[in-house]
């Protein structure tokens, strides 16, 4: 390659980097620092929403930003207004408060990030071609990572240091940067030629959202099967992880500071992991990858129902640690396994909508699982419900070794249509 095209190639590396670790590192951030001070004046029930808010808006609004990227195939401008109206989303919690309003604007802020990763990833796919694929995928969730534990270590510092109107300004800071570094950004799926309106963007919205034709792609190489796998993972991982800061502390026994060094492990294994993953998915294949990381998810939740098995609080929290890392090391493999698998299946003018069906599979369980789980726990207990949680991702593992045909080979070919 002539050096001016690595140069260019490697400033939109950079670019893209920045704006993922920007984009994770803000979610992360605003999510804990917003549970805490909401935490010190309503209930448990009102800190779960956090979550289970920020999940909804991911779940309904993905596949949306992700039509309209395909419809109208500006994706850069997609990204730039959809950070940037994230920005201005946050805002107005420098200057009011109050559970209601807070949680409120939680979900405007998930409304306008939900348009980020199905449509960023979507650029990154197509950059990296059919032989590429997997290995930028991977560079991505790597610089993800990076902001998701920078996010998780800077969060107690920030509540620490600044009042509560200084912290959020920052986390508007952190959108606007988001949007800045996708200026620089490159399309190379661009159509310039498109004509655009908004009654046309609106009329294939509608119908790509609410499809009653044209489903064949759904099931190229047993796609669908792929979501299905991908819900009941995330219900695992995410109900668990919803109640993992108070497990850790009150039943495992450790203290705050521990709790806090134990779940950078996730992330921390993630920055390597997700770069490694996506070039082994380039060299096996991708339903490798998937399986694994599904198998993982499940190891990730027995291994914090085993916890209590040890005698001693250092045995407890190897047992918990190995289960984060477990957990690190399954995601990776999973996210660069799914991406690229729909990168290969999906036809170019859909396949924002597809990772953005991805995401909504995945904030469906994120909905669900938190109240589910605690439910389960008041009446279980913990090490039941983990325990039990296990199986679900196995039985997503099980449907993908038996419905999703490979789509990938180290040659680089396409999937074709799994035979019914």
Request: glycine share 12%.
């Amino acid at each position: 390659m002539p050096a001016n095209l690595r140069g260019r190639a490697s400033r939109q590396d950079v670019a893209i980097a920045v704006a993922a670790a920007a984009n994770k590192g803000g979610s992360i951030l605003m999510g804990t620092v917003m549970a805490i001070y909401i935490g010190r004046v309503g209930s448990p029930l009102a800190v779960s929403l956090v979550t289970a808010t920020y999940f909804l808006g991911l779940m309904v609004f993905s596949p949306v930003w992700g039509a309209i990227a395909d419809v109208t195939g500006r994706r850069r401008t997609v990204l730039v207004l959809s950070a940037a109206l994230a920005a201005v989303a946050i805002l107005p919690l420098a200057f009011i408060g109050g559970i209601a309003v807070s949680l409120g604007l939680r979900t405007l802020f998930a409304i306008f990030a939900a348009g980020f990763l199905p449509v960023m990833l979507t650029v990154v796919s197509e950059r990296g071609g059919d032989s590429e694929r997997g290995r930028a995928v991977g560079l991505f969730s790597s610089a993800a990572a990076v902001g998701f534990m920078l996010g998780q270590f800077t969060s107690g510092a920030l509540i620490e240091l600044f009042p509560r109107s200084t912290v959020y300004l920052l986390l508007a800071g952190f959108a606007a940067l988001v949007a800045v570094a996708c200026l620089a950004v490159e399309d190379p799926t661009h159509d310039r030629n498109r004509a655009v309106t908004f009654d046309r963007i609106a009329r294939h919205t509608v119908s790509r959202l609410v499809p009653t034709t044209g489903m064949d792609h759904l099931r190229t190489n047993g796609l669908q099967w792929l979501y299905v796998a991908s819900f009941l993972r995330s219900v695992t991982v995410l109900g668990l992880t919803s109640l993992l800061p108070i497990y850790l502390v009150s039943n495992v026994g450790v203290s705050p500071f521990v709790m806090g060094v134990l779940l950078a492990i996730n992330p921390a294994v993630q920055m390597v992991g997700m770069y490694t993953m996506g070039l082994l998915s380039d060299r096996v294949g991708r339903k490798r990858l998937i399986i694994t990381g599904l198998v993982g998810s499940g190891g990730y939740t027995l291994l914090l129902g085993l916890t209590s098995i040890p005698d001693t609080l250092m045995g407890k929290s190897l047992v918990a640690g190995l289960g984060l890392f477990c957990l690190g090391t399954s995601f990776s493999a999973l996210q660069t396994g799914i991406i690229s698998f729909i990168g290969d299946v999906a036809p170019t003018d859909r396949e924002s909508e597809l990772i953005g069906l991805r995401s909504t599979a995945r904030g469906f369980g994120g909905v669900v699982a938190p109240p589910l789980f605690g439910v389960a726990v008041m009446l279980m207990g913990f090490q039941t419900t983990f325990l039990c949680a296990t199986l679900l991702s196995w039985v997503g593992a099980a449907l993908v070794i038996r419905f999703v045909s490979e789509s990938h080979t180290p040659t680089g070919s396409r999937g074709v249509p799994a035979v019914e």
